[in-house]
């Protein structure tokens, strides 16, 4: 199973962006979602995390209040907004289900990935 994700691209700063999880033959609301990132030069990081009770988490609090999470189970999609989009938020971002145990944040604790969705921030 190979999630899909959209909805990046190159933007402004302080503009917004809506990237999109999919999963054909996978239903996501089973599972909890997570996104991840990977800016340039760094390790992947959590982003944040929904539960199949739409629990959201955050990996630092300091995303919270500028990055949204939502699942729409109808439409099999998981969603990420981002405000007020920074230069330093430039980096590929990767949506993965189906938590096999472990810490939440961690990589290597989900079995189904996407190949990602590249976010560029420059003016």
């Known amino acids: 199973v190979q999630l899909v994700e959209s909805g990046g691209g190159l933007v402004q700063p302080g503009t917004s962006l809506r990237l999109t999880c999919t999963a054909p033959?996978?239903?996501?609301?089973?599972?909890?979602v997570i996104w991840f990132r990977q800016c340039p030069g760094k390790e992947r990081e959590g982003v944040a995390r929904i539960t199949t009770y739409d629990e959201i988490t955050y990996f630092e609090k300091s995303y919270k209040g500028r990055f949204f999470l939502s699942r729409d189970n109808a439409e099999n999609t998981v969603y990420l907004r981002i405000d007020h989009l920074r230069p330093e938020d430039t980096g590929v971002y990767y949506c993965?289900?189906?938590?096999?145990?472990?810490?939440?944040?961690?990589?290597?604790?989900?079995?189904?990935w996407g190949q990602g969705t590249q976010v560029t921030v420059s003016s």
């Open positions: 993965a289900a189906h938590f096999t145990g472990g810490e939440p944040f961690d990589p290597r604790s989900y079995f189904y």
């Open positions: 033959g996978l239903s996501l609301g089973s599972y909890p």
